[in-house]
């Protein structure tokens, strides 16, 4: 090394620099660690009751205060919007339970996630095409993705555990090769699914003159599916292991479960979420190459707002990003991503491990 | 190691001026005086010069190469590559460099390096002139320039100040979701940021008459502002604030125990890393003449990334080495696979870098020359802290 390398005598001198320090050694209260957070965070909250209940009124307030005048303007467009926003929400909370499974359980942050949508929307389609049958189409779209995030855990995730950076570096790159190669199997045409007879047209609801069927059923396909992930997580035998795994992996593999296949089916449900979730969206929209970063930006605000690893957060966090993108978009178009920016930037600043979130 | 060969190549050459002018040399205080003075100068510096030439190192070499390189690169070089591939490459370089900065001394992936100079050249068109006189102010390049990297870096602690609330893997979906949020908005937003279409016609400046619109003085232009970022990290890194961010990387516990304010350095390191996308943004706008979403897109981002991790994180040479093979594949890759099919390339190269060498080509250089070469550890490698 050259002669003016770091000695040791340098310490003092960094010391002195920091206008940017604080004064050493007070303390701070704030250590964001695994074993201090969860003492310190269950201590503060109970001091900061009072505190929450003003932030609640602080951002509810206007929200109430706009939703009235919205009502009383226009009520049709304000309920209409309201459930479009709903049905959205559904859709990314389809997207991000899956997401949300996999980080919380592998700490793998999947930015393919947003391609194993399209793959799963894109299998889906040409199923579809060829047996007529929309049902096969949704079936397809789960088993394709799950099939390839199954794939993607075997051959690649699984020879790089604990290495967070490296994996989501190789997610990217992994969606970077699948979305061209997506874009030279499908081209860039855009396409869209017939769902089936029985759930085409719209039907007439009271508030809403009319709502397009087929949305009210992904509404309740997604709580179906929302209540039976919760059934699948908190009353099954695999369940309880991806929640054990999830608080503590070396802990679950210690009393004898085989980790890896654990971690292999839950990439793989997570994964054939996203792909039904891309047949299911595909039909209510439609699918074109750019739907992956689409979706997977809102699974990652979703998750970032609702909180990594919890499957309760993602509907929590689909519902306020799903609303506040259709109320966006209804009520002020040229501005409607900051108002998903802002529902993040808050959720940040007051929760920065999301709402439902736990300390890693 | 290289400073004491110099120090025993001075001092023979000292023994050797010495010599002849015996009687003249005490007098003077320097050896290069007497040899300029003395009539036996000429033999000393012949000799003084095959000693230092034997001194020198290969990596000597490889500097005033690339040095000699970069400096007559334009002579060499046609037009076309003087402004498309150098030019860009060093601009390309410069953002790269900042997440070089960020990731690798501080231990933050930051995706939104591109969006921050994104919004630099946005903001250079907003306040100085483009094709849309309705939105922009028309202010002097300098001021609109002033403006621009203020505003940026001011925007990059901002989102610093956000993504450090969490750490680890948290930031770089931070980030990523700052990035597209900000991209949809440009491309949503008509008032200021003049939607899809964006703007045009946003030139570089003209300055005591050299016009550097032209390749040679913008290459020269992009040159000084590279090598001056360059420079600067290097230094950067070996100040006490570098070190401690360095420390903070490697344990921000203990760096916190020790009386560090990790927050404050972290976003301090997001700011300095914001000021060098900056001024890479602004150059790449007046390469590019124009700035429109794409500019800032998901792709746009995550180039940036592949830049940074195709050169190696670990030292700051790595971005301007990534920017130069990135943008040779992007010019040439479509000469050997289809036009269309440049993603599947770069993306399969970026696979392999990850999968086969995490360090990138840096680290694969110090693997070959660890293997096959006389044994001596490159220079990164020395420097890493673990």
Redesign the interface.
């Known amino acids: 090394?050259?002669?003016?390398g770091?000695p040791k005598g340098?310490f003092p001198?960094?010391?002195?620099?920091?206008t940017?320090?604080?004064?050493?050694?007070r303390p701070?209260g704030e250590?964001?660690?695994a074993k201090h957070g969860g003492r310190l965070m269950t201590h503060r909250q109970t001091a900061m009751t009072r505190q929450q209940w003003a932030l609640w009124v602080i951002f509810s307030a206007p929200i109430a205060v706009l939703s009235v005048l919205a009502v009383t303007d226009n009520a049709p467009l304000f309920f209409k919007t309201f459930l479009n926003g709903l049905t959205l929400a559904s859709l990314y909370f389809l997207v991000a339970s899956g997401f949300t499974l996999v980080f919380g359980l592998m700490?793998n942050?999947n930015?393919a996630h947003g391609s194993l949508y399209l793959f799963g929307a894109y299998v889906g389609w040409f199923v579809g095409e060829h047996t007529g049958s929309w049902v096969l189409a949704v079936l397809a779209g789960f088993f394709a993705s799950a099939l390839l995030g199954l794939l993607m855990q075997l051959l690649?995730f699984r020879h790089m555990q604990g290495q967070?950076?490296?994996q989501?570096?190789?997610t990217?790159?992994?969606s970077?090769?699948l979305?061209?190669?997506m874009?030279?199997a499908w081209g860039a045409e855009i396409y869209t699914f017939d769902p089936p007879a029985w759930i085409y047209g719209s039907t007439t609801l009271p508030l809403v003159e009319k709502f397009p069927t087929y949305r009210l059923v992904v509404l309740l396909a997604a709580i179906a599916i929302g209540v039976g992930l919760w059934w699948l997580l908190a009353r099954t035998r695999i369940g309880m292991m991806i929640r054990a795994g999830v608080d503590d992996r070396g802990m679950l593999a210690a009393s004898g479960v085989n980790v890896q296949l654990v971690f292999a089916v839950t990439f793989a449900i997570g994964a054939g979420l996203a792909g039904l979730a891309g047949v299911v969206g595909g039909t209510a929209l439609s699918i074109s190459p750019g739907e992956d970063?689409r979706y997977?930006?809102a699974s990652?605000?979703v998750?970032?707002v609702g909180g990594?690893g919890s499957v309760g957060g993602a509907a929590i966090g689909a519902l306020l990003i799903g609303l506040a993108e259709q109320f966006g978009q209804a009520y002020a178009?040229?501005?409607?991503?900051?108002f998903?920016?802002v529902i993040?930037?808050v959720a940040?600043?007051f929760k920065?491990?999301g709402i439902m979130g736990k300390a890693? | 190691m290289s400073a004491a060969k110099w120090r025993r190549a001075m001092n023979s050459s000292n023994a050797a001026a010495l010599a002849p002018s015996r009687a003249s040399a005490h007098a003077l205080p320097s050896t290069l005086r007497s040899t300029v003075n003395d009539s036996a100068a000429d033999t000393a510096t012949r000799h003084w010069m095959s000693s230092a030439w034997n001194a020198l190192s290969l990596r000597h070499l490889a500097v005033i190469a690339v040095i000699a390189i970069a400096l007559l690169y334009p002579v060499l070089a046609t037009p076309f590559f003087t402004f498309q591939i150098g030019a860009q490459s060093l601009a390309l370089g410069l953002i790269a460099l900042s997440l070089t900065f960020l990731g690798g001394y501080g231990g933050m992936v930051s995706l939104a390096q591109m969006t921050v100079a994104g919004l630099a050249g946005y903001l250079f068109a907003i306040f100085g002139s483009s094709s849309m006189p309705a939105i922009s102010l028309g202010w002097p390049w300098w001021l609109a320039l002033v403006f621009a990297l203020t505003l940026a870096t001011a925007f990059a602690a901002a989102v610093g100040w956000l993504s450090v609330r969490t750490e680890g893997i948290y930031t770089i979906m931070i980030t990523l979701a700052i990035g597209v949020a900000f991209f949809y908005l440009a491309q949503q937003n008509y008032t200021l940021f003049n939607g899809f279409q964006g703007f045009s016609k946003v030139t570089a400046p003209s300055v005591a008459g050299i016009d550097f619109r032209e390749p040679l003085p913008f290459y020269y232009l992009v040159l000084v502002c590279a090598s001056g970022g360059y420079f600067f990290v290097k230094h950067l890194v070996r100040a006490p604030f570098g070190a401690a961010l360095q420390g903070i990387r490697d344990n921000p516990r203990r760096m916190q125990a020790l009386g560090y304010n990790v927050t404050a350095h972290r976003v301090g390191g997001y700011a300095v890393a914001g000021l060098l996308a900056a001024v890479g943004g602004v150059l790449m706008v007046w390469y590019n003449g124009r700035i429109s979403p794409g500019t800032v897109g998901t792709g746009a981002m995550i180039n940036i990334l592949i830049i940074a991790v195709l050169g190696g994180m670990k030292h700051p040479i790595g971005a301007f080495v990534g920017a130069i093979v990135f943008v040779l594949l992007q010019n040439f890759a479509i000469d050997l696979v289809d036009r269309e099919r440049f993603n599947l390339v770069i993306g399969g190269v970026f696979l392999a870098i990850v999968l086969f060498s995490p360090d990138g080509l840096l680290g694969l250089w110090a693997k070959l020359r660890s293997r096959f070469g006389p044994g001596t550890p490159t220079f990164k490698t020395k420097r890493r802290l673990q």
Do not use: C, N
């Open positions: 090394m050259s002669p003016q770091r340098e001198s960094v010391k002195h620099e920091g940017l320090m604080s004064p050493p050694g701070k250590f964001r660690s700490r942050v930015l690649v967070d950076l490296r989501t570096l190789v990217i790159g992994l970077i090769v979305a061209d190669l874009l030279w970063t997977l930006l990652l605000v998750v970032i990594m178009p040229t501005y409607s991503v900051v998903t920016f993040m930037v940040l600043a920065p491990r890693a």
